[in-house]
Each structure stands twice: as C-alpha cells, then as structure tokens.
T-cell receptor
Framework: GEDVEQSLFLSVREGDSSVINCTYT??????LYWYKQEPGAGLQLLTY?????DMKQDQRLTVLLNKKDKHLSLRIADTQTGDSAIYFC??????????FGSGTKLNVKP | GAVVSQHPSWVICKSGTSVKIECRSL??????MFWYRQFPKQSLMLMAT?????????EQGVEKDKFLINHASLTLSTLTVTSAHPEDSSFYIC????????????FGEGSRLTVL
C-alpha cells in the first residue's frame, strides 16, 4: 500500500497546543483524515479534509494540508488530559483504498 | 456522527473453529466496507474491501479462503475467520463508507479475537 508516516509519540502539557504531523506519498489522494483511538476502543473520526483545501478548522482542531510537500498536520489547541490517545492519519484515493499511518500516541501531562 | 456497530466485541475460541464478526452501519447505507487488522504495535493493516453484492477485494498476502467476507446488504458485512489458529488472534476493525459519497469513513469499535 501507500506510505503514510507519523512520528510514534508526542508529549505535551495540559493547556499547551499539540501538533501531530503526517506525511504521505500518493499525490492523487482525494481525502485525508484524522482519527482518534482511545485505549481498547475503535477509531473515532475527528475530521477530514478534501485535497483541494489548505486548512480546515473545527473548534479546537485545525488541519493544515501542504499538498506540494504531501504533509498533513493536526493541531489541537488547549490540549486536555482527555485528548490523550493515539491519533491516526489516513489517506484515501477516490474511496477505493484507505491507508493509515502507524499512529501517534499523544500523552498529555497535567 | 454515524454509528458503525461490530459484534462481538470480544470472542475467545478454540483452535480449529470458525468465528464470524458482524459489522453494521446503523443509520446510513454503506456500499463499501473495509476490514482491518490491528497489530499490538498500533499499525492498522487493510485486509479487504467489501462491496455490497459483489466479491470482496483482498489485499496482497491476505488469504481469502481463510478470511471470508460477505456483504449481503447495504448495512451489513461479515468477516468469518475459518479454522482459526492462535496466530489469528488480533483486533479486527471494520469501517463503512457512507454511500452518499460524503467522504466520511466511520469505524466500528473493533472485535478482539483470542484463539486458544
């Protein structure tokens, strides 16, 4: 499958902003996604962005897409302890395939 | 948001038996569903793409006779692990794509299979 890469760990203090980064290889990606997985649970769709957009904001979440560099980021403002989870980025090419990164484990320290 | 339900959430079985996992989209129709396997170190592996009314498309290296997928209706896909062995123990997750092409892909809660 396509390569979607993320760093494995991120640790921040409560109240700070978190930025989780992701790179992908297929320039024909149609949609790019961010999912959250809490321990022992399934994946929860947080947000997604169409490939012709540069930015999408949804409350505390901001997604930035740099299509030229094939770089996607998720910024969480005012990070809370409840935000501690694994965050997956994923790319889709015309909904035929969905490829996921290995996940970034976000640890929020009080 | 939309809900995708998986059942059972956890199943333990003896080696050699077959186990069926159901994936249902509760409040939307899903022409396409995907089955993933999640390994202990986090990564999700796409196993197969399930299309309603047709045969599933399997990823390279996934045995289609071992992992039987049926997508008989727009709201239900099933994964049957046949003649399960301990190495099949894993967390299996399904996802469903909203047929209205909204771009949203929703996941079930996952099913943990333990084969003794």
């Amino acid at each position: 499958g396509e390569d979607v890469e993320q760093s494995l760990f991120l640790s921040v203090r409560e109240g700070d902003s978190s930025v989780i980064n992701c790179t992908y290889t297929d320039s024909s990606s149609t949609y790019l996604y961010w999912y959250k997985q809490e321990p022992g649970a399934g994946l929860q769709l947080l947000t997604y962005i169409f490939s012709n957009m540069d930015m999408k904001q949804d409350q505390r979440l901001t997604v930035l897409l740099n299509k030229k560099d094939k770089h996607l980021s998720l910024r969480i403002a005012d990070t809370q302890t409840g935000d501690s989870a694994i965050y997956f980025c994923a790319e889709s090419i015309d909904f035929n395939k969905f490829y996921f990164g290995s996940g970034t484990k976000l640890n929020v320290k009080p | 948001g939309a809900v995708v339900s998986q059942h059972p959430s956890w199943v333990i079985c003896k080696s050699g038996t077959s186990v069926k996992i159901e994936c249902r989209s509760l409040d939307f129709q899903a022409t396409t569903m995907f089955w993933y396997r999640q390994f202990p170190k986090q990564s999700l592996m796409l196993m197969a793409t399930s299309n309603e009314g047709s045969k599933a498309t399997y990823e390279q290296g996934v045995e289609k006779d071992k992992f039987l997928i049926n997508h008989a209706s727009l709201t239900l896909s099933t994964l049957t692990v046949t003649s399960a062995h301990p190495e099949d123990s894993s967390f299996y997750i399904c996802s469903a794509l909203d047929s209205r092409d909204t771009g949203e892909l929703f996941f079930g809660e996952g099913s943990r299979l333990t084969v003794l």
